[in-house]
C-alpha cells in the first residue's frame, strides 16, 4: 500500500533558524495537507497543497507532485512552532483514504 | 463559523464496556472522517462517512463501527473495550468529496481501564 514517510522524525532548533520538514509518498494521490498538532492534541491545519507552493507568514510549504514530495518550510522559527507536523495524503483504491505520516516533532528552544 | 466540535473531550471505561463518541461538522460540511492516534500506531483512518453512507473503511476490527446522521453529525462506537483502546480519537470534517480540505476537531480522548 501508499507510504507516507516524514523526516527528519525528530529536530531542535534555536529560535531563530530556519528549517525544512520533508514528506515523501509512494504513490500518487489526490490531495496532501499539512498539520501542526499543538501539545493538546488539536491538529491546526498549515496548508493545503496538492501541489505548487504556498506561503502563510513565516511558513511555506511546496508539493511536487509528479517526485512524489512535498516541503514544509518554517523560517525563522518561534518557541510557539514546537510541536509535532504531520502530513496526510489521500488516496484513491476504490473509495478515499487519508494516510499520514509518522510526523517531525519540533522544539524550538529560547 | 463554529469548528468541529466532539463530545466527551475525555473519557474513563473499563475493558468490556462499549462507548459512543459525538462529532459535530463545520456547518455545512457533509463529510466526516475518523481517526484513532496512538503513540505506537501514530494517526490511523477508521472510517469516512458522506451523506450518512460509510464511504470507506479502515483496517479495524467490527468492534470499532459509526454512523452519520441527516445534519452530518456523526458518532462512532466502540464495543468490548480492550486495553489497546486508549487512545485519542480525532474527527474531521470536509466540504465534500473528493479531495476536499480537512478540519479537525479537538478529539476525545479514551482511557480504558
Known amino acids: 500500500g501508499i507510504q507516507v514517510e516524514q523526516s527528519p522524525p525528530d529536530l531542535i532548533l534555536q529560535e531563530g533558524a530556519n528549517s525544512t520538514l520533508r514528506c515523501n509518498f509512494s504513490d500518487s494521490v489526490n490531495n496532501l495537507q499539512w498539520f501542526h498538532q499543538n501539545p493538546w492534541g488539536q491538529l491546526i491545519n498549515l496548508f493545503y497543497i496538492p501541489s505548487g507552493t504556498k506561503q502563510n507568514g513565516r511558513l511555506s510549504a511546496t508539493t511536487v507532485a509528479t517526485e512524489r514530495y512535498s516541503l514544509l518550510y518554517i523560517s525563522s522559527s518561534q518557541t510557539t512552532d514546537s510541536g509535532v507536523y504531520f502530513c496526510?495524503?489521500?488516496?484513491?483504491?476504490?473509495?478515499?483514504?487519508?494516510?499520514f505520516g509518522a510526523g517531525t516533532r519540533l522544539f524550538v528552544k529560547a | 463559523k463554529a469548528g468541529v466540535t466532539q463530545t466527551p473531550r475525555y473519557l474513563i471505561k473499563t475493558r468490556g464496556q462499549q462507548v459512543t463518541l459525538s462529532c459535530s461538522p463545520i456547518s455545512g460540511h457533509r463529510s466526516v472522517s475518523w481517526y484513532q492516534q496512538t503513540p505506537g500506531q501514530g494517526l490511523q483512518f477508521l472510517f469516512e462517512?458522506?451523506?450518512?453512507?460509510?464511504?470507506n473503511k479502515g483496517n479495524f476490527p467490527g468492534r470499532f463501527s459509526g454512523r452519520q446522521f441527516s445534519n452530518s453529525r456523526s458518532e462512532m462506537n466502540v464495543s468490548t473495550l480492550e486495553l489497546g483502546d486508549s487512545a485519542l480519537y480525532l474527527c474531521?470534517?470536509?466540504?465534500?468529496?473528493?479531495?476536499?480540505?480537512?478540519?479537525f476537531g479537538p478529539g476525545t480522548r479514551l482511557t480504558v481501564t
Open positions: 474531521a470534517s470536509s466540504l465534500n468529496l473528493p479531495s476536499y480540505e480537512q478540519y
Open positions: 496526510a495524503v489521500e488516496m484513491n483504491t476504490g473509495g478515499f483514504k487519508t494516510i
Open positions: 462517512y458522506f451523506s450518512e453512507t460509510q464511504r
